[in-house]
């Protein structure tokens, strides 16, 4: 935060977000101030992007391989039809830009694997992972849980999603893998093979951004180590507590914090 300072079109942009005596002048100066990554710039990440962009996140790095296809409008309402065919992180860049062009973007189209993710996760404050495939969520968590960076993870079904928040390196707080197991693999379903109704991604990508930013400047309840899960079906919510597994090979050594 140090260095941060607030103009006045900031006092005006946030106004909303200073008023708050949860977030207050010093809390907007440390979104400002902070570094957020962003797994996917699907349909979770599309409007967490959205939402971090016009709290003034002040950097995002976007790490995506993928491009604009037509398929994708139906809930990815970051882009638009001129974007099909576009690298997902550069149109993304260009709408951020155009929101809010106080925020600093990187643009990683790469598959963020076990190789990368650590040299790409440097130095970010927070991860948000929306990532669509079992493998890729494991190796961030794993980055994430080794360089002590919290973790928001979201996903989403047909008409159901959940979201989580990790800091498995805490004495009393799960990591990923306490919750989904060490599982090299896992069977899952895809938008494409099944379909998703496309608020369903705005709502949890919202959340996830809600999260990031609560992982930033702490308000309300602390939420990591509870699992919070959707049917939108029946719009049924509910939150449960994910218990810290003691023998989880991915923390059980971490020092308490």
């Not at 970051?78 to 062009?101: E, M, Q, R």
């Not at 979201?163 to 306490?178: H, I, M, Q, S, T």
Request: proline share 4%.
């Amino acid at each position: 935060m140090a260095g941060v300072t607030l103009t006045d079109a900031d006092l005006t942009r946030y106004a909303r977000h200073i008023v708050l005596k949860e977030i207050g002048g010093d809390g907007q100066k440390r979104l400002m101030a902070a570094h957020v990554a962003v797994i996917g710039a699907g349909g979770i990440g599309s409007p967490a992007i959205q939402y971090l962009a016009a709290a003034g996140i002040g950097r995002m790095t976007l790490i995506d391989d993928d491009h604009v296809d037509l398929s994708n409008l139906q809930r990815q309402l970051l882009f638009g039809t001129d974007d099909v065919g576009a690298a997902k992180v550069s149109a993304a860049a260009a709408a951020v830009s155009a929101l809010n062009p106080s925020v600093e973007i990187g643009q990683c189209a790469v598959r963020i694997d076990r190789d990368n993710a650590a040299a790409l996760l440097d130095g970010v404050d927070v991860v948000l992972d929306g990532c669509d495939n079992f493998d890729t969520r494991l190796a961030v968590a794993d980055a994430a849980l080794s360089a002590r960076i919290p973790l928001v993870s979201a996903a989403i079904g047909q008409f159901d999603g959940q979201l989580g928040v990790f800091r498995g390196w805490e004495a009393d707080k799960p990591c990923y893998r306490c919750f989904v197991g060490s599982e090299p693999t896992r069977d899952a379903g895809s938008c494409a093979a099944d379909g998703v109704l496309g608020p369903v991604a705005g709502i949890f990508g919202s959340l996830a951004a809600l999260e990031t930013i609560r992982a930033i400047v702490p308000f309300g309840d602390n939420s990591a180590g509870k699992l919070l899960l959707a049917d939108l079906l029946t719009l049924r919510f509910r939150t449960i507590a994910l218990p810290k597994d003691p023998g989880c090979p991915a923390c059980r050594d971490y020092r308490p914090v």
